[in-house]
């Protein structure tokens, strides 16, 4: 990161606390309209297997993963989970814009290059696609959904994610610190 | 009415959707305002210089948890008729595991990617990329896989069934743990060379970084 001056027109990160109170209260209502949580991963999947049948027909609805993301005379991306997300862009978007935090960039450390961030971007994206399907779910749809109605899956999930962190973490100290 | 409302039949498929996105809104909304679309301040946890994610997930998951059971206590949510989470041991710690490689490698997690990318962070584009290409890595080998990814079978297990106290007795235990870890987390945040949360989130300072053992954040 270079010596950028500090932004002064930047509101400040409401209290964790409230920031949680507030997801916690969206998931809440969640719940009461629906019957289940809030999730993410799932979306990227259905982008995915939506993906594959365009490149190649037939070898998305074929798959024995992916098939399970059709539903007859639907395409996959035509799903809960799937508008779901793009409401979380589009609130992102209203979040930044209103706190005057949209600003294109490639967010890392000061002794790492963009390119690297970049590579190490994807990386990491690859591991947490793989894993979020191996886990059913990611930090919203197992550890916050499944954690609020006490799944002692999501519990134990939780905690190996950390785990998982903490391990991880001194390998790519460069890249944030 | 008694909740979850959608099993009344109440919404049509469209309006199924439109509600999605209005809570997928919130949801994105609430991710920003926490410093969620940040991925140094999502990571700055596993250096222990910041310790948002597990103060706002743990707020997030009681305040969600409490609320349920109340709404359960007068009425207002038949459990029954919320979605199943079933456990399957192996794969959702292995899945954590490596998920949690994946979070601090990316910096991102699926949702909050999503967060950055709307607040123009680029990396946040790559991450998303890569998770597609893990998601189908995934649904590759998903035959060799699946006898893994069904093992560790449970059912629908809770916490509630598996300490063998009732609802509240796990929320008043969720409630003293919190309590604990937030106020260990309070002693941490006061030692000499802390990250300041106040200070602009790009700006992290150079703390005298010694004890990056992790234990503390591991529970």
């Known amino acids: 990161m270079q010596k950028k001056p500090e932004s002064t027109v930047q509101r400040p990160y409401w209290p964790p606390y409230m920031a949680g109170a507030a997801l916690g209260l969206t998931l809440l209502l969640t719940y009461y309209l629906t019957g289940h949580g809030l999730g993410a991963s799932g979306a990227y999947t259905a982008a995915t297997a939506a993906l594959v049948e365009t490149v190649a027909p037939g070898s998305g609805q074929n798959n024995s993963y992916l098939g399970n993301y059709f539903t007859p005379g639907h395409s996959p991306l035509f799903s809960w989970i799937v508008f779901e997300v793009l409401g979380v862009v589009v609130g992102g978007f209203v979040g930044a814009v209103t706190a005057g935090r949209l600003k294109g960039q490639i967010e890392c450390g000061p002794s790492i290059g963009r390119g690297s961030r970049v590579g190490l971007a994807f990386l990491g994206g690859l591991f947490m696609g793989f894993a979020s399907r191996l886990a059913r779910g990611c930090t919203s749809g197992q550890a916050l959904s499944g954690g609020a109605v006490m799944a002692l899956g999501s519990w134990a999930f939780m905690l190996a994610v950390f785990a998982g962190g903490f391990l991880a973490a001194p390998f790519v100290r460069r890249e944030w610190q | ?219």
Do not use: N
């Open chain 2, 1 to 219: 009415m008694s909740g979850p409302l959608e099993v009344h039949g109440l919404f049509g498929e469209t309006w199924s959707l439109v509600l999605a996105f209005a809570v997928g809104l919130l949801f994105g909304f609430f991710l920003e305002r926490a410093g969620f679309g940040s991925a140094r301040k999502l990571t700055a946890v596993f250096y222990l210089r910041d310790y948002a994610v597990p103060k706002v997930m743990l707020t997030a998951i009681l305040v969600a948890l409490v609320g349920l059971l109340a709404f359960g206590s007068i009425g207002l949510l038949d459990f029954d008729l919320l979605a199943a989470m079933p456990t399957y041991i192996w794969p959702q710690l292995v899945g954590g595991l490596l998920l949690g490689i994946g979070f601090v490698v990316g910096g991102y997690c699926p949702g909050t990617s999503a967060v950055a990318a709307a607040s123009g962070k680029w990396d946040a584009l790559a991450f998303m990329a890569g998770m597609l290409a893990g998601i189908f890595g995934f649904a590759e080998i998903f035959d060799r896989l699946s006898s893994f990814y069904f093992s560790g079978e449970l059912g629908d297990v809770t916490l509630s069934d598996w300490i063998g106290l009732p609802p509240v007795g796990v929320v008043v235990l969720l409630l003293v743990v919190a309590g604990g870890a937030f106020w260990v987390i309070g002693r941490l945040e006061r030692r000499p060379g802390r990250l300041v949360e106040r200070k602009a989130e790009s700006d992290v300072v150079e703390p005298a970084a010694s004890a990056v053992s992790g234990s503390g954040g591991a529970r």
